[in-house]
């Protein structure tokens, strides 16, 4: 018999997957490139890169093209965190300061109402301050700028009520109606003001649990009402004496 001969079988290796393979790789290049171009925006090298991108695998209008691309929020510096942190403490520095000013006010408004003085007395919690309003008659005759002895004990007790660890600064500011002044002592409302203003600090200032650095003293005559002059209910309150006291921390801009 004749040998047969063997018959030899070459296989053949499919490598059609290759290309799509190349396409995927090429397709991750782009990704990457545009991700690298995105952390480093140039408008124009972006749009010219879309361009580029767009014909050579869609061969007209694609994704890529945008008409500007986002911006990155640019990260907060160092110096912005000290300016944050800054204005955060002052923050909580003026609600502080302020919850400490009610609790003056809460006193004195418990004083008032103990010894009936509503009519005479009044507090209000500004953006300049606390302000303590005192009517004119309970310290002081009409044209007179000494204080009445018989509210001597008035004035003792808002000196009291003033006794703050730390100590605040505060403003005793006189007030006056329109109604014209001429006498031997005082030769208009201005002069009056100050030195009710003056008479009445001088008072507070027998406290000596009070440092007198603290304090200062105005007048503004009759230039800064609050009520009309034109009834004598309005000039009654235009006529008084202001006691303000100060807050520590300024209010946040």
Not at 81 to 100: G, R, V
Request: net charge negative; no cysteine.
């Amino acid at each position: 018999m004749g040998k047969r001969k063997k018959k030899h079988e070459h296989e053949h290796i499919d490598e059609s997957w290759l290309i799509p393979y190349a396409d995927l790789l090429t397709l991750l290049l782009a990704l990457f490139i545009v991700l690298f171009a995105a952390s480093n925006v140039d408008v124009k090298k972006f749009e010219a890169m879309s361009q580029v991108f767009n014909e050579i695998f869609t061969g007209g209008t694609g994704v890529m093209e945008y008409q500007s691309p986002v911006e990155p929020t640019p990260a907060p510096t160092v110096d912005d965190e000290i300016q944050q942190e800054k204005e955060s403490n002052q923050e909580a520095a003026y609600k502080q300061d302020q919850e400490e000013l009610k609790e003056i006010q809460s006193k004195i408004n418990h004083y008032i109402e103990v010894n009936k003085l509503d009519a005479q007395f009044a507090t209000d919690l500004t953006s300049e301050g606390l302000l303590i309003t005192i009517r004119d008659n309970v310290l002081f005759a009409s044209g007179s700028a000494t204080v009445d002895p018989r509210y001597l004990n008035v004035a003792g007790e808002v000196s009291r009520l003033l006794e703050m660890d730390p100590p605040r600064n505060v403003i005793i500011s006189g007030h006056t109606d329109n109604v014209p002044i001429s006498t031997a002592e005082f030769g208009s409302n201005w002069e009056l003001s100050v030195m009710r203003a003056v008479n009445f600090m001088k008072i507070l200032m027998e406290n000596k649990n009070l440092d007198p650095k603290w304090f200062s003293a105005k007048g503004f005559g009759e230039y800064k009402p609050t009520a009309t002059n034109d009834t004598s209910e309005g000039r009654a309150k235009n006529r008084r004496v202001e006691v303000l006291v100060l807050p520590r921390v300024a209010a946040p801009e």
